[in-house]
T-cell receptor
Framework: AQSVTQPDIHITVSEGASLELRCNYSYGATPYLFWYVQSPGQGLQLLLKYFSGDTLVQGIKGFEAEFKRSQSSFNLRKPSVHWSDAAEYFCAVGPPRGDDKIIFGKGTRLHILP | DAGVIQSPRHEVTEMGQEVTLRCKPISGHNSLFWYRQTMMRGLELLIYFNNNVPIDDSGMPEDRFSAKMPNASFSTLKIQPSEPRDSAVYFC???????????????FGPGTRLTVT
């Protein structure tokens, strides 16, 4: 069955510290992969996406993610977090042909300590 | 581009009343998705359309929920009659079909916060 697992419901880091949010997926083929961010009271905004090619992808707001096929993972990283990064982060996967629905993980809520 | 537009942004209604949520997708996008988000269940896909045709409505909770997309620029999600357990934030998202390595991400609207008392 197709699924996305974000094992951490909540993560707390200090401002300026590095961040890694985990995402594992189960899919029949190499899927399209996405990370979205949701600030309080807002809709979801695309941070970055991976379709093919270089397995390290750069996104907006200084985020990057690395696709590891052997681990079925697509972890999100940022070298130094800012207080404005406090939000909920969703990993999502979609079919290779791209014309079907995508499956979202349950999200990881990021808290930033001053 | 104005992005995905949803209305109303907030809706408070009494149990038993009909509720209609509206969505205007990004111009040129050919897929539209309705989601519901609650603390307990997270983000759930209710239904999605390709080229105005419903493709998968398996997420629609029950017959009280219905969705239509009469044309490429407008969709509605209707709940009749509404119940307190329908209280949630409802998101609409649209997706273009750019082919290649672009066009498969979804763009979300700001959501409609529904409260049924």
């Amino acid at each position: 069955a197709q699924s996305v697992t974000q094992p951490d419901i909540h993560i707390t880091v200090s401002e300026g510290a590095s961040l890694e949010l985990r995402c594992n997926y189960s899919y029949g083929a190499t899927p399209y992969l996405f990370w979205y961010v949701q600030s309080p009271g807002q809709g979801l905004q695309l941070l970055l996406k991976y379709f093919s090619g270089d397995t390290l992808v750069q996104g907006i707001k200084g985020f990057e993610a690395e696709f590891k096929r052997s681990q079925s993972s697509f972890n999100l990283r940022k070298p130094s977090v800012h207080w404005s990064d406090a939000a909920e982060y969703f990993c999502a996967v979609g079919p290779p042909r791209g014309d079907d629905k995508i499956i979202f993980g349950k999200g990881t809520r990021l808290h930033i300590l001053p | 581009d104005a992005g995905v537009i949803q209305s109303p942004r907030h809706e408070v209604t009494e149990m038993g009343q009909e509720v209609t949520l509206r969505c205007k997708p990004i111009s040129g996008h050919n897929s539209l998705f309705w989601y519901r988000q609650t603390m307990m269940r997270g983000l759930e896909l209710l239904i999605y359309f390709n080229n105005n045709v419903p493709i998968d409505d398996s997420g629609m909770p029950e017959d009280r929920f219905s969705a239509k997309m009469p044309n490429a620029s407008f969709s509605t999600l209707k709940i009749q009659p509404s119940e307190p357990r329908d209280s949630a934030v409802y998101f609409c998202a649209s997706r273009g079909y750019g082919g290649g390595v672009s066009g498969y991400e979804q763009y979300f609207g700001p959501g409609t916060r529904l409260t049924v008392t």
